[in-house]
């Protein structure tokens, strides 16, 4: 969408043209920015230009309003005097001419008053001598305010705004959101949302009323109108709780669908769901993208992380959209990438949402150690975490919590008025479902399931902690060294959460054929999202050489000394009565991992015993089944103790 201002000089082209932008969100561009700098040099001499000096000008002026229509439009401020200029700047198709004029005095008056303009007022004769008045466009008379001008200005972009590239469906926090960014990012955007009388109503219009100002965003409360509304192939954002809502949903849309729209679901559906809808819709022609968002609702504005998979043919229609309102990582790049097929998307997310559990829990151990084991009050807390944040240790989830530690209400820590019962939606749950369906060790991510579920229980807490007399104890010893041990162990319960969420991803992968790209995938996750942090940068670089992390070698020196700090930790803390859940999982689970010969053989020989399940002697290089008949070999041990 390209809006161009015309005008003479003082007829307050530059104060519409950022009043506009302001309010649109479109980039504002000064076509005088844009002369070369002989023209410069022979205006601020007052010398007229002429039609030959202004060519080359104008004809970068076009090829700029080509590029700016790409990029999803701009507002361009410029005199355009004679329709043969405004001929050259016809470069798209689609302008929307604003055409400012006022009386001489006014102008005189306003150019009198401009300071360090290189255009002095005697030129303004010359300039409304050279003025041909346009039959077509938007006439605005500059003694209204520029506050009123802009405003019908937007009205008109709007009712001239194309239909819509992507509609959203469901005015959620998250939906609304990433209206907003898409709109903001010069995308055509339909909303609509279900209308339910005393509850629902008008949720899609009233959201587009409300924010008039940006004309690309258009509301909806009814579902067929909505879908006439958007482009072929319609591109069909659904944002709406996971679950049944989203076969109903389906159910609703697909008379209107045709063969090759595509519908995306944003929301933490479960992947195995995904997978299924995805065939399901494949069976009618139908592409389906499931995809993670995360980044909640700033992300979801400003820039999400975007994990989309599925359809890949539909990936790349969705990807200049998508890429343009995801976040971007360090090297500029958007944060979105093509995940894997069916509901590998989905997968993704789950798996993002369970370090994201883990990253939480590690972090809310942590303050507790210190706050109430190491006896620090909450701004001291604070401080250290963003020394460790300084040090190398930052992380989005760090960041946010040293802020909690510090934000106040009425001169009290909102953190210590927040009922300790701590909820979720499912994404936790089913990571650990799937994780135990390929048959890999989740116990950091399900010990922190099992802490929400612990601490949901207040009422019975609360009583037994009466009855056992249970109270933390604070720590003995050097605060410093303390310090450094809890640093150090935290470090590395991060390290063996993620190795816990990419190794599922790794047998998930394997198992179901996806392929997918860890590396890519630490990638998106680098920014907008909830588990961006330095660590997931590393994990750019680390997995573009081992699909592990603990088998990463340059790593194994510092697991190795982290983890004696670790063991240390758990112990203090869990002899002083805190509860260390992740922490001690994590401890285990590396052990458990690390280990050569472990106490398994006793499992072995109890299931053969009591079961004949048969076992393997590690002495055996063909590695048969072997079974013992254990109570034979009972009673003739008696029978040789009995002898002697
Ligand atoms: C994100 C989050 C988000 C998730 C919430 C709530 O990436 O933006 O993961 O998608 O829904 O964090 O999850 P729980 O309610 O299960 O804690």
Redesign the pocket.
């Known amino acids: 969408m390209i809006c161009i201002v015309t005008g003479v000089s003082g007829s307050g082209k530059t104060t519409i043209g950022t009043l506009l932008s302001k309010k649109t969100h479109l980039p504002f561009f000064d076509a005088d920015d844009f002369h070369p700098g002989t023209n410069v040099e022979k205006m601020s001499q007052g010398i007229p230009l002429t039609d030959h000096d202004r060519m080359p000008w104008l004809q970068h002026l076009a090829n700029k309003i080509q590029d700016w229509e790409k990029s999803g439009g701009a507002i361009l401020a410029c005199s355009a005097l004679k329709e043969t200029y405004r001929q050259i700047l016809h470069a798209v198709p689609d302008i929307l001419w604003v055409h400012l004029q006022g009386e001489r005095p006014i102008l005189e008056e306003r150019l009198k008053k401009r300071q360090n303009h290189y255009m002095p007022p005697g030129l303004l004769n010359s300039q409304i001598d050279a003025w041909e008045q346009p039959d077509y466009g938007l006439h605005l008379d500059i003694k209204d305010t520029p506050e009123s001008m802009v405003n019908i200005i937007i009205e008109k972009l709007r009712l001239k705004s194309p239909n819509s590239h992507i509609g959203i469906i469901g005015m959620g926090v ?1 939906g609304k959101s990433l209206a907003l960014n898409m709109a903001e990012n010069g995308i055509p955007i339909a909303v609509y949302n279900r209308f339910v009388v005393g509850k629902e109503e008008h949720i899609a219009t009233g959201f587009a009323a409300t924010n008039k100002h940006f004309p690309l965003l258009k509301g909806f409360d009814e579902l067929a109108l909505f879908v006439q509304n958007l482009e072929s192939p319609k591109k069909i954002l659904l944002m709406i709780p996971a679950g049944e809502a989203i076969d109903h949903q389906i159910g609703d849309l697909l008379p209107f669908l045709q063969k090759g729209d595509i519908l995306i679901d944003g929301g ?1 559906s479960f992947f195995e769901d995904s997978s299924k809808r995805y065939d399901y819709l494949a069976s009618k022609g139908i592409h389906f993208l499931p995809m ?5 609702e700033e ?2 504005r400003k820039g ?2 975007l994990m989309p998979g599925g359809n890949a043919e539909a990936y790349e229609l969705l990807f200049p959209y998508l890429q343009k309102i995801a976040a971007k990582d360090k090297n500029g790049k958007a944060c979105v990438t093509y995940v894997g097929p069916q509901g590998a998307g989905h997968f993704i ?1 789950m798996v ?2 369970s370090i ?2 883990g990253e ?1 829990q590690v972090i809310a151990e942590t303050v507790h150690l210190l706050r109430y084991g190491m006896k620090l009050s909450a701004v001291e807390v604070a401080k250290i975490l963003r020394n460790w944040i300084a040090e190398g240790l930052s992380s989005y989830l760090l960041e946010i919590t040293a802020d909690i530690l510090e934000i106040q209400e009425n001169e009290e820590l909102i953190l210590d008025k927040i009922l300790d019962k ?7 749950n089913w990571s650990i479902s799937t994780a135990l369906k390929y048959n890999t060790p989740y116990s950091p991510l399900f010990e922190a399931v099992t802490a ?1 579920q612990l601490s949901a229980n207040k009422e019975e807490r609360t009583q037994l902690s009466k009855e056992y007399s249970h109270r933390f104890r604070a720590f003995a010893g050097d605060k410093v060294l303390l310090l450094d041990h809890l640093k150090n162990a935290f470090r590395l319960v991060r390290i063996i959460n993620h190795e816990t969420g990419f190794d599922l991803m790794h047998k998930v992968s394997s198992s179901l054929h996806w392929n997918l790209n860890f590396s890519e995938i630490a990638r998106i996750w680098t920014n907008g ?3 961006r942090s330095k660590l997931m940068e590393d994990l750019v670089a680390i997995f573009q050489e081992n699909p592990s992390i603990i088998h990463h070698k340059p790593l194994v020196g510092k697991i190795k000394e982290w983890k004696s700090d670790l063991a240390y930790l758990i112990g203090l803390g869990l002899s002083h009565d805190f509860a260390l859940p992740v922490m001690s999982a994590s401890l285990n689970y590396l052990l458990g991992r690390i280990i050569e010969a472990s106490s398994a053989n006793m499992i072995q020989a109890q299931r053969d015993y009591f079961g004949a399940h048969t076992y393997i002697r590690n002495d055996d290089p063909k590695g048969l089944a072997k079974h013992t008949d254990w109570l034979l070999l009972k009673e003739k041990h008696q029978n040789k103790d009995n002898a002697l």
Do not use: D
Not at 292 to 296: E, K, N, Q, T
Not at 422 to 428: I, V
């Open positions: 998250m933490n993670g968002v995360s980044g909640g992300g979801a999400p992380s997310k993002h949402n994201e559990y939480m701590a909820g979720q939606k499912g994404t936790g929400r999202c909830i588990i």
